[in-house]
């Protein structure tokens, strides 16, 4: 028998009884992964829920958001009538996630640690674990749709619902890694799901979904990365040459970035609001410019390495498709052109606050077809200054 590396939950016996599909169920303690278990034990799956430690927040009173989402998790295991236990990756989740978010903010970049997490922790290390266990699938409670066509090829199909459709932070999976996924509440909307929780009476049923990135939580942003990485202030300035004060170090501010500046409207001579515009990381200095859409902030392409689909693709090629360029934004109509892991992508219309570190994800109607990680815009064939 397999024991897991970190014990910490109900006896559980581990072998199959091949009579059933095991499914290990990635457990947070949310209402979205406590309905996706009760789903899948419903539908007569041999359901395993599991519990990842991936950061330690213990704090100086000794208390732990871990412990606490560990406890609903047993709370719903025991009501919904599955085995559950937890797994510890903070190691993991340490070298590849959080060294890489470090990594990307010193460059001076905007990283997006969510697609980072489900390429090497949830859909690598927790799928490769729950493989170990004899799980014949991984189960979460994203909302995205993946479907087996008749030559047995997955497709990743964006969520029902549009409000939380989960693709873009999905796009880094490969087809070997979509072969062993299952999103139970692809087909959902989020209101129905909570509805589905409350009729159950689950115990996370009026749980708040969680906000922002999982190891930073409700903290504040900047004091939290203050502690990894030394600030260092320098200038604030337009394009024009104008010193608009001092800004705080560049890794606090991402492109297109609105307030949290300290310029009020009175230096502009209009009332428009200032905008990050820009970040010159050679000598310290952060743009701003006046207006939402101001011209600084339009590009025309974009190239991005890290590329990955979500099914074999020939190494070099061009088509036309659609791109999300950050998480709830609208798809833009693009050109790509692929080379090996890197892609070059030609907008139809200008795209505003294109931001390097961030995921460019592409899509063929409601398929996800993977995605690459920006690494500058283009106005023009120009690269964009200063970015
Ligand atoms: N600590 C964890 N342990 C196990 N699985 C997890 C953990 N965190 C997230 N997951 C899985 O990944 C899915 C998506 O994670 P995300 O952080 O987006 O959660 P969410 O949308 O808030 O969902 P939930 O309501 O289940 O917390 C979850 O539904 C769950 O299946």
Redesign the pocket.
């Known amino acids: 028998m397999l024991l897991p590396r970190k014990f910490d939950g109900r006896i559980i016996i581990l072998q199959n009884d091949n009579s059933k599909t095991r499914v290990v169920?990635?457990?947070?303690?949310?209402?979205?992964?406590?309905v996706?278990a009760l789903l899948l034990k419903e539908q007569g799956y041999d359901v395993i829920g599991?519990?990842?430690?991936?950061w330690d927040d213990t704090d100086e009173f000794g208390v732990c958001t871990?412990t606490e989402?560990y406890k609903d998790?047993a709370l719903v295991a025991d009501q919904i009538g599955i085995p559950y236990y937890t797994v510890n990756f903070e190691k993991e989740y340490w070298d590849r996630v959080f060294e890489y978010f470090l990594a990307e903010y010193r460059a001076g970049r905007t990283p997006n640690p969510?697609v980072m997490c489900n390429k090497e922790i949830?859909f690598k290390a927790?799928l490769d674990y729950a493989t170990e266990l004899g799980a014949d699938y991984v189960?979460?409670?994203?909302?995205a749709q993946v479907t087996r066509d008749e030559a047995g090829l997955v497709h990743m199909l964006r969520g029902a619902d549009d409000n939380?459709d989960?693709t873009y932070?999905l796009s880094q999976l490969t087809q070997a890694q979509l072969q062993k996924v299952l999103f139970p509440?692809g087909h959902l909307e989020k209101p129905e799901v909570r509805k589905i929780a409350e009729r159950a009476g689950l115990a996370?049923a009026k749980?708040k979904?969680?906000t922002g990135i999982?190891f930073i939580g409700e903290k504040n942003f900047k004091q939290f990365l203050s502690q990894y990485l030394p600030a260092q202030k320098g200038r604030m300035m337009t394009f024009e040459g104008r010193d608009m004060g001092e800004h705080a170090g560049l890794m606090y501010y991402t492109i297109g970035q609105r307030g949290g500046l300290g310029i009020g409207g009175q230096h502009g001579g209009d009332n428009e609001p200032w905008f990050v515009v820009g970040k010159d990381l050679t000598q310290n200095v952060l743009y701003v410019g006046q207006g939402f859409h101001h011209e600084a902030l339009y590009s025309t392409s974009l190239d991005a390495s890290e590329l990955s689909f979500t099914r074999d693709m020939p190494d070099t090629f061009e088509m036309h498709c659609t791109a999300k360029f950050r998480y709830r934004q609208a798809d833009t109509g693009v050109t790509i052109k692929v080379n090996g892991d890197k892609v070059d992508v030609v907008f139809d219309e200008p795209v505003r606050a294109i931001t390097p570190g961030q995921a460019v994800v592409f899509y063929d109607g409601e398929e996800c077809l993977g995605g690459g990680l920006i690494d500058h815009a283009y106005k023009n064939e120009a690269v964009m200054q200063y970015q």
Do not use: E, P, R, W
């Open positions: 169920v990635g457990m947070s303690g949310g209402v979205d992964s406590s996706t599991i519990f990842m430690k991936n871990a989402d998790v969510d949830k927790f189960a979460t409670g994203h909302y939380k989960q932070f509440l996370t749980k979904d969680s999982c």
